[in-house]
T-cell receptor, first 112, second 113 residues
Framework: GESVGLHLPTLSVQEGDNSIINCAYS??????FIWYKQESGKGPQFIID?????DKRQGQRVTVLLNKTVKHLSLQIAATQPGDSAVYFC???????????FGTGTRLKVLA | DTEVTQTPKHLVMGMTNKKSLKCEQH?????MYWYKQKAKKPPELMFV???????INESVPSRFSPECPNSSLLNLHLHALQPEDSALYLC????????????FGPGTRLTVL
């Protein structure tokens, strides 16, 4: 399930299930989006990106969906594995400011 | 080499100390970034360098002073920091400043006593 509170929102999923992590972005002018994975004690690691002229992009076991109408981004992870446990951040960028703005993050916990 | 390296990994300093964080990349990237990340929070942009020139300063206090000596190196000079400056400092680089994939280093964990 998903919980939101004083701490990072956390999504707990069973190993082998699919995970969906959501992100609401703030700027309707943003035209480039990245999903990052950050493991404890490490820097963010690029997972997948999407430009605003697309609404879906697939990678290896991951899919990003973009809904510009409601300013929503999602990351789908197929067949979630223990190694997927981490904090996931979305980041938005617009070609006007060239600044990356990160979302609040979601902790993914994979249950054995 | 597709790596961004940062030194030191950990740093403890007093409020009167002067120290520097270092970042290096050999991917030929022309944009380099400093971010600050507090626990359980997303990275917050501090500075952007493009072609070795400061492009963005996100109203960062002057006790943080960035420097880009060449296209591969980025430093962050620290002086008279406050305990609330304790955080993970992340360096990143991208091919150009723009809508481009950023590569992050592992960060320097800074503690100000």
């Amino acid at each position: 399930g998903e919980s939101v509170g004083l701490h990072l929102p956390t999504l707990s999923v069973q190993e082998g299930d699919n995970s969906i992590i959501n992100c609401a972005y703030s700027n309707s002018a943003s035209d480039y989006f990245i999903w990052y994975k950050q493991e404890s004690g490490k820097g963010p690691q690029f997972i997948i990106d999407i430009r605003s002229n697309m609404d879906k992009r697939q990678g290896q076991r991951v899919t990003v969906l973009l809904n510009k109408t409601v300013k929503h981004l999602s990351l789908q992870i197929a067949a979630t594995q223990p190694g997927d446990s981490a904090v996931y951040f979305c980041a938005e960028n617009n070609s006007g400011t060239y600044k990356y703005i990160f979302g609040t993050g979601t902790r993914l916990k994979v249950l054995a | 080499d597709t790596e961004v390296t940062q030194t030191p990994k950990h740093l403890v300093m007093g409020m009167t100390n002067k120290k520097s964080l270092k970042c290096e990349q050999h991917m030929g990237h022309r944009a380099m970034y400093w971010y600050k990340q507090k626990a359980k929070k997303p990275p917050e942009l501090m500075f952007v360098y493009s072609y070795e020139k400061l492009s963005i300063n996100e109203s960062v206090p002057s006790r943080f002073s960035p420097e880009c000596p060449n296209s591969s190196l980025l430093n962050l000079h620290l002086h008279a920091l406050q305990p609330e400056d304790s955080a993970l400092y992340l360096c990143a680089s991208s091919q150009e400043q723009g809508v481009d994939e950023q590569f992050f280093g592992p960060g320097t964990r800074l503690t100000v006593l």
